[in-house]
């Protein structure tokens, strides 16, 4: 199984390692690190992940403050979003 990050979920993720890197280069290196780790798995277990909150998609929780959205197709795990958990999720588009 492949894992594949789109777009949206790797700006995502220089989103967050910006904002943290801001008062810690460290921290945010240690925070990416744990994001790698999270999807890893994935590669041999795809469906480790709970189910998620938008339907045909699961979640990780790398952290206790983020989400990790991924959606399987294939042989390819699509990490969607990567999202605080203080944000709305999924998002509401008016």
């Known amino acids: 199984m492949r894992v594949i990050w789109t777009p949206e979920a790797l700006q995502d993720r220089i989103d967050i390692w910006d904002y943290i890197a801001a ?11 744990r994001f790698s780790q999270a999807v890893s798995p994935l590669t041999d277990h795809p469906r480790i ?27 390819t ?16 588009h008016k």
């Open 49 to 75: 992940g709970r189910q998620g909150m938008v339907p045909g998609t699961l979640e990780l929780i790398p952290h206790e403050h983020y989400r990790l959205v991924y959606e399987i197709d294939g042989d």
């Open 23 to 33: 008062e810690s280069p460290q921290a945010a290196a240690r925070m990416d690190e």
């Open 77 to 92: 795990a699509w990490i969607l979003a990567l999202v605080h958990t203080s944000r709305q999720w999924p998002p509401v």
